[in-house]
């Protein structure tokens, strides 16, 4: 999909953004030992450049960069169809997605400031039950969750869980970046997806691949960068 591309590339941007600035940043401690070094007069052996992760990081945008235009060339038919808007199909895409969002707003504006809908939500897993319990009139296969994750949080979580979520994901955010800058790109492609696709909340699959792969962004790997 669309969004599926553009989670990935962004996702390849901040590979090559999080490179840079640790390759700078070690460039500036070298600078400030050799400074300390020079104002004491006295010897300070150059303590060994650990670029590790730069390597490593640079490495990841390599294969990204090789699997993207192997990916273009081999699908190159259904690469442009999916980037061509007066196509049919995407047409239909389009206008189904917007039916969606205009769907999930009728269902969470529905609500005044003291329903408990609003706060605490339907209930996860209910978003398509609701869709038809309030309009019943629709063909089976227009009862889909809408293409967006966090739409869906706000619909059957409500505010409230909405903004637990959120923290969950600052949370994760902010330790994946101090403790495995590695996983960083990855888990900041899935959370860019979320607003272009539903899996992640409402499979399974999605469920189980989004907590395993955070579970192992937050774990302190220093061995492996070392």
Same mark, same amino acid.
């Given at each position: 999909?669309?969004?599926?591309?553009?989670?990935? &590339?962004?996702?390849?941007?901040?590979?090559?953004?999080?490179?840079?600035?640790?390759? %700078?940043? +070690?460039?500036?401690?070298?600078?400030? &030992?050799?400074?300390?070094? @020079?104002?004491?007069?006295?010897?300070?052996?150059?303590?060994?450049?650990?670029?590790?992760?730069?390597?490593? &990081? &640079?490495?990841?945008?390599?294969? #990204?960069?090789?699997?993207?235009?192997?990916?273009?060339?081999?699908?190159?038919?259904?690469?442009?169809?999916?980037? @061509?808007?007066?196509?049919?199909?995407?047409?239909?895409? #389009?206008?189904? =997605?917007?039916?969606?969002?205009?769907?999930?707003?009728?269902?969470?504006?529905?609500?005044?400031?003291?329903?408990?809908?609003?706060?605490?939500?339907?209930?996860?897993?209910? #978003?398509?039950?609701?869709?038809?319990?309030?309009?019943?009139?629709?063909?089976?296969?227009?009862?889909?969750?809408?293409?967006?994750?966090?739409?869906?949080? +706000?619909?059957?979580?409500?505010?409230?869980?909405?903004?637990? #979520? +959120?923290?969950?994901?600052?949370?994760? +955010?902010? %330790?994946?970046?101090?403790?495995?800058?590695?996983?960083?790109?990855?888990?900041?492609?899935?959370?860019?997806?979320?607003?272009?696709? =539903?899996?992640?909340?409402?499979?399974?699959?999605?469920?189980?691949?989004?907590?395993?792969?955070?579970?192992?962004?937050?774990?302190?790997?220093?061995?492996?960068?070392?």
């Amino acid at each position: 999909s669309r969004g599926a591309w553009l989670a990935g &590339l962004i996702g390849v941007i901040i590979i090559f953004v999080i490179a840079r600035s640790s390759n %700078s940043h +070690l460039d500036d401690e070298a600078i400030s &030992l050799r400074t300390i070094a @020079d104002k004491s007069d006295c010897f300070v052996a150059a303590a060994p450049r650990n670029d590790r992760i730069t390597t490593l &990081l &640079l490495t990841q945008f390599f294969y #990204y960069l090789i699997l993207i235009l192997i990916l273009i060339i081999a699908l190159a038919p259904l690469f442009n169809a999916r980037f @061509d808007l007066n196509n049919q199909v995407e047409m239909t895409s #389009y206008s189904e =997605h917007s039916e969606q969002y205009f769907q999930a707003k009728n269902l969470f504006g529905s609500y005044d400031f003291w329903n408990k809908n609003l706060w605490l939500g339907f209930g996860q897993g209910t #978003y398509t039950l609701n869709l038809y319990n309030n309009d019943s009139s629709l063909a089976s296969w227009k009862y889909q969750p809408a293409h967006n994750v966090y739409v869906l949080m +706000l619909v059957e979580t409500g505010l409230f869980g909405l903004l637990f #979520y +959120l923290f969950i994901i600052l949370f994760l +955010l902010y %330790s994946i970046w101090k403790t495995n800058k590695l996983f960083f790109p990855i888990i900041a492609v899935m959370l860019i997806h979320g607003f272009f696709d =539903h899996w992640w909340w409402t499979l399974h699959v999605g469920a189980v691949v989004w907590w395993v792969v955070c579970g192992i962004g937050i774990t302190n790997n220093e061995k492996l960068v070392a």
